[in-house]
């Protein structure tokens, strides 16, 4: 529509004015990942957010996703303005994962290396050992067993459940979920699969493990948009949030997505496979955070200073 249009216009010529650049994750609104593409900003994963913010020589990041993205985009870049659409846009596992409460937990078990997912806050960070993202938790759970260490995993358990499947390693796991990857239903996806038996099941391992079971291909988002394209399947299964059609969907043009059912009955729950706080991320406000500078984010320095390691590891782990 034209307002749309106006909005779109709008933002770009603010970005401009800021020199600021739109870096937003790949479960926001299509209008959204479309802009930062147009604007020379990125659409992208945690982890690749995270690296793009922090080389990008803008003065302000604009981040469309949710709140622990911004935190980790301003722990890295505590020279840049960091701006969100909404300071409300959070995560279940994040609520889930409460600073004093998990520290209580790693000090009963000083014996343990802590690796936390990014979907975490930053005083939960500040207390950990290594931060990961699912592109890379795998690899960085594998290093850390070869060298004999235990580890004491948070928050996601399904994300947890899956590495310590893949890896053998031994993980303490906290007891945390997405609410929106905790809705697929292995049912629904071998009744779909029934009904197209040669699609191929892609599946975020944030889901369940019944779920998680039943796919040809596990991975973040960015490893699932590969695998979309590397697949030979012209028919695609696909458990995530449904932001996600919107990349996978360019990227692989002729084949045929399929969201993933959220009810055991095999019908598809249009609400269910989109993250409430994604899409809080709209063009109003976004436009409304460069106009007012809204929504900034501020990380106290010394706790910045202690996430900063874990996530630096990270960000030079297979660098
Ligand atoms: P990735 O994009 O890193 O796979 O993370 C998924 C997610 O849940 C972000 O909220
Ligand atoms: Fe958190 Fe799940 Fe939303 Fe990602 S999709 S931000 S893990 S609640």
Redesign the pocket.
């Known amino acids: 529509p034209a307002e749309d249009q106006a909005r779109v216009d709008d933002i770009k010529r603010l970005l401009k004015a800021h020199n600021a650049v739109l870096v937003a ?3 926001t609104d299509d209008a959204i990942q479309q802009l930062a593409e147009e604007t020379g900003g990125c659409v ?6 995270a690296r793009f913010g922090a080389r990008h020589d803008a003065t302000t990041l604009v981040v469309a ?2 709140r ?2 911004g935190e980790t985009a301003k722990i890295l870049s505590p020279e840049k303005r960091v701006l969100m659409p909404t300071l409300e846009a959070t ?1 279940s ?1 994040d609520i889930g994962c409460p600073a004093d409460a998990f520290s209580a937990f790693c000090d009963a078990h000083p014996d343990r290396t802590v690796v936390v997912y ?2 975490t806050s930053a005083a939960v960070k500040a207390r950990a050992d290594w931060v990961v ?3 890379i938790a795998v690899e960085v759970i594998e290093h850390l067993q070869a060298k004999g260490e235990k580890i004491l995993w948070a928050p996601d358990k399904h994300l947890g459940g899956y590495i310590q499947n893949k890896t053998g390693a031994d993980m303490l796991m906290w007891d945390g979920a ?1 609410i ?2 905790e809705e697929f239903k292995a049912k629904g996806v071998e009744d779909l699969k029934r009904l197209y038996p040669d699609a191929a099941v892609l599946v ?1 391992p ?1 889901s369940p493990e019944p779920v998680v079971r039943l796919a040809d291909v596990a ?6 948009i590969k695998a979309a394209k590397a697949l030979p399947n012209d028919k695609l299964i696909v458990a ?2 449904r932001g996600i059609f919107f990349k996978m969907q360019q990227a692989v043009p002729d084949k045929t997505l399929f969201e993933a059912p959220t009810a055991g009955n095999g019908a598809t729950c249009r609400s269910c496979a989109h ?1 409430p706080w ?1 899409a809080m991320n709209a063009l109003d406000n976004l436009a409304g955070a460069l106009r007012e500078g809204s929504g900034e984010i501020q990380v106290e320095e010394a706790l910045r200073l202690k996430a900063l390691k874990p996530l630096e590891r990270m960000l030079n782990f297979n660098a």
């Open positions: 994750h790949y479960y992208a994963d945690s982890l690749e957010m996703g949710v622990f993205m995560c596992l990014a979907n993202t699912s592109s997405c929106v990857h975020h944030e991975g973040s988002t960015s490893q699932l995530t949030d993250c994604m």
